[in-house]
């Protein structure tokens, strides 16, 4: 089992900056891909940012150049600074530790990221 916890969300004004923090627990060997997804209202979860487990990379066309996937191996965490923000960004944003096809994927409970106009 993998537990995760993220934190860092927050009410912001429209072009403010967050940061959230994805810290990972529990039977952790390795180091595996992570990701971070979101859900807005109404909406279905969509992938945001992921890495890989080599430092590879990617981003959903609505954030490149605005958000930022990182991680500290050593300390088996995950974050995503966010610039720029829009009230589009409104949503829970959760963080995944992708498993293997024996464990499935591990997630957070989510936090909430409010942007205002």
């Known amino acids: 089992q993998v537990q995760l916890v993220e934190s860092g969300g927050g009410l912001v004004q429209a072009g403010g900056s967050l940061r959230l923090s994805c810290a990972a627990s529990?039977?952790?060997?390795?180091?595996?891909?992570m990701g971070w997804y979101r859900q807005g209202p109404g909406k279905q979860r969509e992938l945001v940012a992921g890495i890989s487990s080599g430092g590879s990379t990617n981003y959903d066309d609505s954030v490149k150049g605005r958000f930022t996937i990182s991680r500290d191996i050593a300390e088996n965490a995950v974050y995503l600074q966010m610039n720029n923000l829009k009230p589009e960004d409104t949503a829970v944003y959760y963080c995944?530790?992708?498993?293997?096809?024996?464990?499935?994927?591990?997630w957070g409970p989510g936090t909430q990221v409010t942007v205002s106009s």
């Open positions: 529990g039977l952790i060997s390795g180091i595996n891909a």
């Open positions: 995944v530790w992708y498993g293997s096809s024996a464990t499935g994927d591990y």
